[in-house]
């Protein structure tokens, strides 16, 4: 059962990879509140987007884990 958990979650962070989540920065929006709600943090995204500030801009597709 350990091997099939393993397995499943391999799977889900490929499926992930293939087909990244993004989202568009609306007016209001910060890194935090885009982290905030989706259960992840600003470094995360940072570290995603491959960001070096919390700039961000409207329209700006930020990728999701």
């Known amino acids: 059962i350990k091997?099939?958990?393993k397995l499943?979650?391999?799977?889900?962070?490929?499926t992930q990879w293939e087909n990244p989540?993004?989202?568009s920065v609306?007016?209001?929006d910060?890194?935090?509140k885009i982290a905030r709600e989706?259960?992840?943090?600003?470094?995360e995204l940072?570290?995603?987007?491959q960001m070096t500030t919390d700039l961000i801009?409207?329209?700006q597709l930020i990728t999701l884990p």
């Open 3 to 5: 091997e099939l958990v």
């Open 8 to 14: 499943k979650e391999g799977v889900t962070k490929l």
């Open 21 to 23: 989540k993004t989202y």
């Open 26 to 28: 609306k007016a209001g």
């Open 30 to 32: 910060s890194l935090e």
């Open 38 to 43: 989706n259960k992840t943090t600003v470094e």
């Open 46 to 49: 940072k570290k995603l987007n």
């Open 57 to 59: 801009v409207i329209d």
